[in-house]
């Protein structure tokens, strides 16, 4: 790497950093993870948390659970007006995936014994491949007119809304689609009221024609980004939506702290706050992301309450010399 992949190589980079103060991406939550979470009663706790501490934002697919996420997320929103959601089309759980996903507990057993089909249960930051567990799981990607009318209508049903704040291409990126003509409905969409905004959501990294088209005349994009890794897309759409700052950052920063005293003593004395201490590289990777999105919206996704309550803590709690910091861990990285 020669330099810090950020979520765009020119403006929103130097507009992140132009000065120490510059303002702070609003969390979100986003809902992929609870499926690794045992019980509908553990899943709703954490919603509850995500809520009391002001969270307004919940991302949402038909695929997070498979197949009864936004039901359950329906279930919560209950009354609850003053909250923007954001979900799905284009991927689809197959027959096989709503039945695993309806017998959710025997189905948690297995997953003790297959942490790769865990990890399909709870969301995935950076797409890969579709492997064997996909094929079982999902049905092909479908970004058609036909398919995007079906889905809106079965996630307005399955949400209990009248409107979708976010319609989101689920990983369309490197699937060939007549865009000019699912572009035309979404905007016809957006016209009637159905929809606020739409756009591509996943790995946005490998930019072909087609999905230039697409990020040229979206709303919103979604994609991944953190400390290593840097951003899987541009800055082309008037509001960016980042996520899985923490899933793949936090055991390889971790790692490198624990392979190299000095650089963790620096850092310590940089930010007068323990980097031992797995809590303080949390808040240094949340920090990261927020100031990297100053103006849209950064996705926390986790199972533990501790956690969200130190991520939305960091969000609005600059550490000191925390720029300076990111920049000597990511050196770790980018050599």
């Keep these: 790497m020669d330099g810090h992949p950020k979520i765009s190589t020119d403006a929103v980079h130097n507009f992140a950093h132009k000065a120490t103060s510059a303002p702070a991406g609003t969390l979100g939550f986003g809902c992929a993870s609870l499926y690794a979470l045992p019980s509908a009663q553990h899943r709703r706790a954490l919603l509850e948390t995500a809520y009391e501490l002001g969270i307004r934002h919940f991302d949402v697919a038909p695929t997070y659970g498979l197949g009864i996420a936004e039901k359950e997320l329906a279930d919560f929103l209950h009354r609850r007006t003053d909250v923007t959601v954001a979900t799905k089309f284009g991927l689809r759980p197959s027959v096989l995936g709503r039945i695993a996903g309806a017998t959710q507990h025997p189905i948690r057993q297995g997953l003790a014994r297959l942490p790769t089909l865990q990890a399909k249960m709870r969301g995935v930051a950076r797409q890969q491949e579709p492997g064997v567990l996909d094929r079982i799981l999902y049905t092909e990607r479908d ?114 702290l624990a392979n190299s005293p000095a650089l963790t003593r620096h850092c310590t004395e940089l930010l007068d706050a323990d980097l031992t201490d797995r809590r303080t590289v949390i808040r240094l990777l949340t920090r990261d992301a927020v100031r990297n999105n100053p103006f849209g919206t950064v996705l926390a996704s986790t199972t533990k309450p501790e956690h969200l309550r130190l991520i939305h803590q960091a969000a609005t709690t600059p550490l000191r010399n925390e720029t300076e910091a990111a920049k000597v861990i990511w050196k770790e990285f980018g050599a």
């Design 143 to 256: 970004y058609s007119v036909a398919a995007a009318r079906r889905s809106l209508s079965d996630s307005l049903r399955a949400l209990r809304r009248d409107h979708i704040d976010y319609f989101l291409m689920h990983e369309p990126a490197g699937h060939p689609s007549a865009h000019g003509e699912i572009v035309e409905y979404l905007e016809r969409c957006r016209g009637e009221g159905l929809i606020g905004s739409w756009g591509p959501a996943g790995d946005l990294s490998r930019m072909d024609t087609g999905l230039e088209y697409l990020c040229d005349h979206a709303g919103v994009q979604q994609f991944p980004y953190d400390l290593i890794l840097g951003a899987a897309g541009r800055a082309a759409a008037p509001h960016l939506v980042t996520y899985g700052f923490i899933s793949a950052a936090l055991p390889r920063v971790e790692q490198a």
